[in-house]
């Protein structure tokens, strides 16, 4: 599996010939799967759920793929394997939306979908905030809100690296770079704070950044 980890989705020109590249073919010729679970733990997810498929809240869902599905995290237990498996080995990118990073967490296991990712050798995985997050080993407590059963920051731990997302926001006063830093100080690994025109591509492996924009890498 190939990963576009973003702060904000595809935003500019940089991060959309990496997410080309990481395709093979262009977006036009790709059938793409939207995960809006993460958006469910936040206080009005209903509605941005919403937002983020018809594409009115972030650059994922609307970039003229040649087909779109959504891939509901939370009602997967409740069906059969046989009806969504083989519609997610058969796409060629999952869109990760953000939102809240333990929950999302919490339901790529319980769902199933995380044990299927070893598997998933074709697949590009395209994560927005905490569709990134949740890719790594920790997030830190500072960003734990929805807590899992057990506690804790763990996430999936695909890569070996942290994120810290949406430095210098508007909005969010906290998420300054100084502020990185001593998040940063808390994590047992490097990580990256990345802003809304940054994002990083993963192949085999091999860690590149894709920044029209600030970002920094933070070692322990």
């Not at 969504?84 to 990118?93: G, I």
């Not at 919490?106 to 299927?116: F, N, P, V, Y």
């Not at 100080?185 to 192949?203: G, L, N």
Request: hydrophobic letters at 45%; charged letters at 20%.
């Amino acid at each position: 599996m190939r990963l576009l980890l973003t702060d904000s989705g595809i935003t500019n020109a940089s991060i959309h010939d990496a997410l080309v590249d990481l395709l093979g073919k262009p977006v036009a010729e790709s059938s793409a799967l939207v995960v809006p679970t993460a958006l469910h733990a936040q206080k009005g997810g209903a509605v941005l759920a919403a937002r983020a498929i018809s594409g009115d809240l972030a650059p994922m869902a609307q970039l003229g793929w040649k087909s779109l599905g959504v891939l509901e995290l939370t009602a997967l237990p409740s069906i059969g394997e046989e009806l969504w498996v083989p519609m997610v080995r058969e796409a060629d990118v999952l869109l990760v939306e953000g939102g809240d990073p333990m929950f999302l967490c919490h339901w790529m296991r319980e769902s199933g979908l995380a044990d299927l990712f070893p598997t998933l050798d074709n697949m590009v995985y395209v994560g927005l905030s905490a569709g990134s997050m949740v890719m790594t080993p920790r997030i830190g407590e500072d960003f734990v809100r929805w807590s899992p059963p057990g506690g804790g920051d763990r996430t999936l731990g695909v890569v070996d690296f942290a994120i810290f997302p949406h430095v210098d926001s508007p909005g969010m006063a906290t998420n300054t770079m100084a502020h990185a830093e001593k998040w940063a100080a808390t994590m047992p690994m490097r990580a990256y704070a990345i802003d809304s025109e940054t994002a990083i591509k993963v192949t085999d492996g091999d860690v590149e950044v894709i920044s029209e924009g600030n970002w920094r890498l933070l070692n322990p």
